[in-house]
């Protein structure tokens, strides 16, 4: 079983950066891939990206795409999310997700607890 533990969200100011990580525990050889949602208050559970473990393009939904970048170290068994040029509709706790390569939440069976990140204006 994975277990997703994310780390690095924060307080930053419009137009910073923030490097979120994931360590993706009892990762196995079979697992497909990772990926990051976010959750604003009194909205719904929205995909940022997704990365596959072995080889293989990333996908970023629209509002992120050109400033997230979503990369991995199969070695640490860690997904990242460099988030730069942050706005303050990033505002959202940020989860990590396994095992899957979806833009579909319902995908991936296993989340992290999820890292609060705050970009004021």
């Known amino acids: 079983q994975v277990q997703p533990v994310e780390s690095g969200g924060g307080l930053v100011q419009a137009g910073g950066s923030l490097r979120l990580s994931c360590v993706a525990s009892?990762?196995?050889?079979?697992?497909?891939?990772m990926g990051w949602f976010r959750q604003a208050p009194g909205k719904e559970r929205e995909f940022v990206a997704t990365?596959?473990?072995?080889?293989?393009?990333?996908f970023y939904a629209d509002s992120v795409k050109g400033r997230f970048t979503i990369s991995r170290d199969n070695a640490k068994n860690t997904v990242y999310l460099q988030m730069n040029s942050l706005k303050p509709e990033d505002t959202a706790v940020y989860y990590c997700a396994a095992d899957a390569l979806s833009v579909v939440a319902d995908a991936y069976d296993y989340w992290g607890q999820g890292t609060q990140v705050t970009v004021s204006s």
């Open positions: 990365i596959p473990w072995s080889g293989g393009s990333t």
């Open positions: 009892g990762r196995t050889f079979s697992s497909v891939g």
